[in-house]
């Protein structure tokens, strides 16, 4: 990825971002607030990023391709993801103190 001014290179993105029932609503919006903090980092608007979003927990939805927008805070508004009511099939640590 390219951080310099001038920097002529292209980023294709892809979020996967798990949203199964386990996650409580604070680690929820915590998962969903670091994507859209990463998405404000990237040069969307210049045309050097696109992102797109999948979503799942029993089932995979796209909820946007790399070419669905081409404005950051477009994308950011479109970025509110609800409980999809299902179980994650990943394992899943608890580290406990």
């Not at 979020?15 to 199964?20: F, G, H, V």
């Not at 980092?41 to 050097?48: A, T, Y």
């Not at 796209?62 to 070419?67: A, G, K, R, T």
């Not at 477009?74 to 406990?96: E, L, P, T, W």
Request: proline residues 1%; aromatic residues 10%; charged residues 15%.
């Amino acid at each position: 990825m390219c951080i310099t001014a001038g920097c002529t290179s292209q980023t294709d993105v892809t979020l996967i971002l798990d949203r199964a029932d386990y996650l409580e609503a604070y680690a929820s919006s915590w998962v969903v607030s670091i994507a859209k903090q990463l998405v404000y980092g990237l040069p969307v608007d210049s045309g050097k990023s696109h992102v797109a979003v999948i979503t799942y927990g029993d089932n995979a939805t796209v909820n946007f391709h790399l070419n669905t927008y081409r404005e950051t805070m477009d994308m950011i508004n479109a970025m509110s993801f609800g409980y999809m009511g299902s179980r994650s099939h990943i394992q899943v640590c608890k580290i406990y103190n």
